[in-house]
């Protein structure tokens, strides 16, 4: 009997792991910050962002992302900065290298669908993301 119990306890989580190479084709795109947990568990919601986050990854696993304020009818002020992004799948987890030319550090996706994006980086401090959908307004 407690063989069978762990052979299907064991199906179970085989089952329900994730793989982080199915993540890579979820994280491109607008991303806006829904939630962040921090590691003593407050949480702060999001309800209104002034900038969202557009994350460019290609098919060498290099990219970059950029800070955006949205504007109307899906038109984006931006910067020139970029942060560099180096994705490499690392003990069964999907990492983000991000650098610039003053720093560099590392985030882990615990999570990514077609529209939120779950990332914890080296604080132990969680992000949750949602997919930015732009506002577009009729001026007629």
Request: aromatic content about 12%.
């Amino acid at each position: 009997m407690k063989r069978i119990v762990l052979i299907f306890v064991l199906t179970l989580l085989i089952s329900c792991s994730k793989n982080p190479e199915e993540f890579i084709k979820h994280v491109n795109g607008y991303w806006e910050i829904k939630q962040v947990i921090f590691p003593n568990g407050d949480k702060k919601d999001y309800k209104y962002n002034e900038n969202i986050d557009y994350i460019s990854i290609d098919d060498s696993l290099k990219g970059f992302r950029k800070k955006l304020k949205p504007g109307f009818n899906s038109k984006y002020v931006t910067s020139k900065d970029a942060e560099g992004i180096t994705v490499k799948i690392e003990n069964d987890s999907l990492n983000l290298y991000y650098k610039t030319p003053y720093t560099s550090w590392k985030e882990t996706v615990l999570s990514a669908s077609e529209s939120t994006l779950k990332v914890v980086n080296g604080r132990e401090t969680v992000y949750i993301y949602k997919r930015y959908k732009p506002m577009k307004i009729d001026l007629e």
